[in-house]
Protein backbone atom coordinates (compact mmCIF):
# COMPACT_ATOMS: atom_id res chain seq x y z
CA UNK A 1 0.00 0.00 0.00
CA UNK A 2 2.76 2.59 0.98
CA UNK A 3 4.54 1.47 -2.42
CA UNK A 4 1.50 2.48 -4.44
CA UNK A 5 1.18 6.12 -2.25
CA UNK A 6 4.60 6.76 -2.94
CA UNK A 7 4.07 5.54 -7.20
CA UNK A 8 1.30 7.97 -7.35
CA UNK A 9 2.39 10.39 -5.54
CA UNK A 10 5.36 10.97 -7.50
CA UNK A 11 2.92 11.09 -10.93
CA UNK A 12 0.94 13.63 -9.58
CA UNK A 13 3.34 15.92 -8.22
CA UNK A 14 4.63 16.39 -12.45
CA UNK A 15 3.53 19.99 -12.33
CA UNK A 16 1.98 20.33 -16.15
CA UNK A 17 0.87 23.88 -15.02
CA UNK A 18 3.64 25.31 -14.57
CA UNK A 19 5.46 23.83 -17.01
CA UNK A 20 3.61 24.65 -19.95
CA UNK A 21 2.99 27.82 -19.07
CA UNK A 22 6.61 28.27 -18.43
CA UNK A 23 7.65 26.71 -21.59
CA UNK A 24 4.99 29.06 -23.19
CA UNK A 25 7.21 31.90 -22.16
CA UNK A 26 4.19 33.13 -19.41
CA UNK A 27 6.33 32.80 -16.22
CA UNK A 28 5.60 31.33 -13.40
CA UNK A 29 1.67 30.31 -13.12
CA UNK A 30 2.10 30.77 -9.69
CA UNK A 31 2.54 34.33 -9.95
CA UNK A 32 -1.41 35.21 -11.06
CA UNK A 33 -4.76 34.64 -10.34
CA UNK A 34 -4.91 32.00 -7.42
CA UNK A 35 -1.48 30.89 -7.47
CA UNK A 36 -2.32 27.74 -8.53
CA UNK A 37 -1.07 25.43 -11.10
CA UNK A 38 -4.36 23.75 -11.98
CA UNK A 39 -6.25 24.43 -15.10
CA UNK A 40 -8.56 27.16 -13.96
CA UNK A 41 -5.93 29.59 -13.25
CA UNK A 42 -3.66 28.60 -16.14
CA UNK A 43 -7.07 29.82 -17.96
CA UNK A 44 -6.40 33.17 -16.36
CA UNK A 45 -3.48 33.57 -18.48
CA UNK A 46 -6.01 34.05 -21.44
CA UNK A 47 -4.84 30.57 -23.59
CA UNK A 48 -7.29 28.14 -23.77
CA UNK A 49 -5.21 25.90 -25.71
CA UNK A 50 -3.03 25.91 -22.39
CA UNK A 51 -5.56 25.39 -19.77
CA UNK A 52 -6.77 22.49 -21.74
CA UNK A 53 -3.84 20.62 -21.57
CA UNK A 54 -3.31 21.26 -18.20
CA UNK A 55 -6.99 20.13 -17.68
CA UNK A 56 -6.13 16.79 -19.51
CA UNK A 57 -2.47 16.35 -18.17
CA UNK A 58 -3.73 16.77 -14.68
CA UNK A 59 -6.66 14.48 -15.25
CA UNK A 60 -4.37 11.74 -16.94
CA UNK A 61 -2.02 11.79 -13.57
CA UNK A 62 -4.83 10.25 -11.91
CA UNK A 63 -5.51 8.15 -14.24
CA UNK A 64 -2.33 6.77 -15.08
CA UNK A 65 -1.72 6.38 -11.06
CA UNK A 66 -4.49 4.23 -10.41
CA UNK A 67 -3.86 1.79 -13.77
CA UNK A 68 -0.55 1.90 -12.88
CA UNK A 69 -0.93 1.10 -9.53
CA UNK A 70 -3.29 -1.48 -10.37
CA UNK A 71 -1.24 -3.54 -12.75
CA UNK A 72 1.80 -3.69 -10.50
CA UNK A 73 0.22 -4.15 -7.09
CA UNK A 74 -3.45 -4.65 -7.51
CA UNK A 75 -7.26 -3.30 -7.15
CA UNK A 76 -6.80 -1.62 -3.43
CA UNK A 77 -3.13 -0.68 -4.19
CA UNK A 78 -4.89 1.06 -7.28
CA UNK A 79 -7.06 3.04 -4.92
CA UNK A 80 -4.13 4.08 -2.69
CA UNK A 81 -2.24 4.76 -5.89
CA UNK A 82 -4.75 7.37 -6.64
CA UNK A 83 -5.33 8.79 -3.24
CA UNK A 84 -1.52 9.44 -3.56
CA UNK A 85 -1.54 10.95 -7.25
CA UNK A 86 -3.81 13.67 -6.12
CA UNK A 87 -1.70 14.48 -2.71
CA UNK A 88 1.00 14.86 -5.26
CA UNK A 89 -0.61 17.13 -7.41
CA UNK A 90 -2.02 19.34 -4.42
CA UNK A 91 1.27 19.40 -2.61
CA UNK A 92 4.17 18.55 -4.65
CA UNK A 93 7.51 18.25 -2.50
CA UNK A 94 9.59 20.39 -5.46
CA UNK A 95 7.15 23.35 -5.20
CA UNK A 96 7.30 23.76 -1.47
CA UNK A 97 4.33 21.56 -0.85
CA UNK A 98 2.00 23.95 -3.04
CA UNK A 99 0.10 22.29 -5.64
CA UNK A 100 -2.98 22.74 -7.13
CA UNK A 101 -6.39 22.22 -6.10
CA UNK A 102 -6.46 19.05 -7.25
CA UNK A 103 -10.44 18.58 -9.23
CA UNK A 104 -8.80 17.57 -12.45
CA UNK A 105 -6.76 15.02 -11.07
CA UNK A 106 -8.76 13.37 -8.68
CA UNK A 107 -11.84 13.46 -11.65
CA UNK A 108 -8.89 11.12 -13.36
CA UNK A 109 -8.98 8.63 -10.42
CA UNK A 110 -12.63 8.35 -10.32
CA UNK A 111 -12.57 7.67 -14.48
CA UNK A 112 -9.69 5.15 -13.92
CA UNK A 113 -11.29 3.41 -11.04
CA UNK A 114 -15.07 3.21 -12.17
CA UNK A 115 -15.54 5.15 -15.24
CA UNK A 116 -19.33 5.64 -15.08
CA UNK A 117 -18.51 7.36 -11.32
CA UNK A 118 -15.91 9.55 -12.57
CA UNK A 119 -17.85 10.45 -16.06
CA UNK A 120 -21.11 11.44 -14.00
CA UNK A 121 -18.62 13.71 -11.35
CA UNK A 122 -17.75 15.23 -14.51
CA UNK A 123 -21.15 15.72 -16.01
CA UNK A 124 -21.98 17.72 -12.30
CA UNK A 125 -19.08 19.59 -12.77
CA UNK A 126 -20.28 20.86 -16.62
CA UNK A 127 -23.32 21.64 -15.43
CA UNK A 128 -22.83 23.11 -12.49
CA UNK A 129 -19.84 25.45 -14.10
CA UNK A 130 -22.36 26.11 -16.88
CA UNK A 131 -25.03 27.44 -15.02
CA UNK A 132 -22.97 29.08 -12.50
CA UNK A 133 -20.37 30.04 -13.85
CA UNK A 134 -18.51 29.68 -10.70
CA UNK A 135 -15.60 27.42 -10.99
CA UNK A 136 -15.00 26.23 -7.24
CA UNK A 137 -18.80 25.71 -7.24
CA UNK A 138 -18.63 22.92 -9.93
CA UNK A 139 -15.59 21.54 -8.12
CA UNK A 140 -17.22 21.45 -5.00
CA UNK A 141 -20.62 19.85 -6.23
CA UNK A 142 -18.59 17.22 -8.35
CA UNK A 143 -16.78 16.36 -5.27
CA UNK A 144 -20.11 16.23 -3.24
CA UNK A 145 -21.61 13.71 -5.76
CA UNK A 146 -18.67 11.80 -6.34
CA UNK A 147 -19.26 9.58 -3.21
CA UNK A 148 -22.88 9.83 -3.26
CA UNK A 149 -22.47 8.82 -7.15
CA UNK A 150 -19.97 5.64 -5.94
CA UNK A 151 -22.89 4.40 -3.48
CA UNK A 152 -25.59 4.72 -5.33
CA UNK A 153 -23.68 2.35 -7.86
CA UNK A 154 -22.59 0.37 -4.93
CA UNK A 155 -18.88 0.93 -5.50
CA UNK A 156 -17.86 1.02 -1.51
CA UNK A 157 -14.16 1.38 -2.14
CA UNK A 158 -14.99 3.68 -4.72
CA UNK A 159 -17.26 5.37 -2.18
CA UNK A 160 -14.40 5.70 0.50
CA UNK A 161 -12.00 6.95 -2.31
CA UNK A 162 -14.11 9.40 -3.41
CA UNK A 163 -14.64 10.41 0.16
CA UNK A 164 -10.54 11.02 0.91
CA UNK A 165 -10.72 13.10 -2.23
CA UNK A 166 -13.35 15.42 -1.43
CA UNK A 167 -12.04 16.06 1.72
CA UNK A 168 -8.78 17.14 0.41
CA UNK A 169 -9.83 19.15 -2.80
CA UNK A 170 -12.56 20.95 0.43
CA UNK A 171 -9.13 21.73 2.49
CA UNK A 172 -7.92 23.29 -0.78
CA UNK A 173 -10.58 25.21 -1.64
CA UNK A 174 -10.74 26.58 2.05
CA UNK A 175 -10.24 30.37 0.66
CA UNK A 176 -12.30 29.70 -2.31
CA UNK A 177 -15.38 29.68 -0.07
CA UNK A 178 -14.76 32.23 2.12
CA UNK A 179 -14.62 34.22 -0.87
CA UNK A 180 -18.11 32.35 -1.84
CA UNK A 181 -19.32 33.10 1.28
CA UNK A 182 -18.46 36.78 0.88
CA UNK A 183 -19.18 37.32 -2.65
CA UNK A 184 -16.61 37.91 -4.24
CA UNK A 185 -15.37 34.57 -5.93
CA UNK A 186 -14.57 35.15 -9.47
CA UNK A 187 -16.71 33.95 -12.36
CA UNK A 188 -15.26 31.99 -14.65
CA UNK A 189 -13.75 33.95 -17.69
CA UNK A 190 -13.45 37.06 -15.36
CA UNK A 191 -9.72 36.65 -15.75
CA UNK A 192 -9.38 37.28 -12.00
Do not use: C, Q
Amino acid sequence: MISALVLGYLIGSVPFGLLLTRAAGLGDIRRIGSGSIGATNVLRTGRKGLAGATLLLDMGKGVVAVLLAGRLLGPTPALAGGFGALVGHVAPAWLGFRGGKGVATGLGVLLAAAWPIGLLTGLVWLIVARVGRISSVASLSSFVAAPVLASLFREWPVAWLALLLAAVIFLRHRDNIRRLLGGTEPRIGDGR
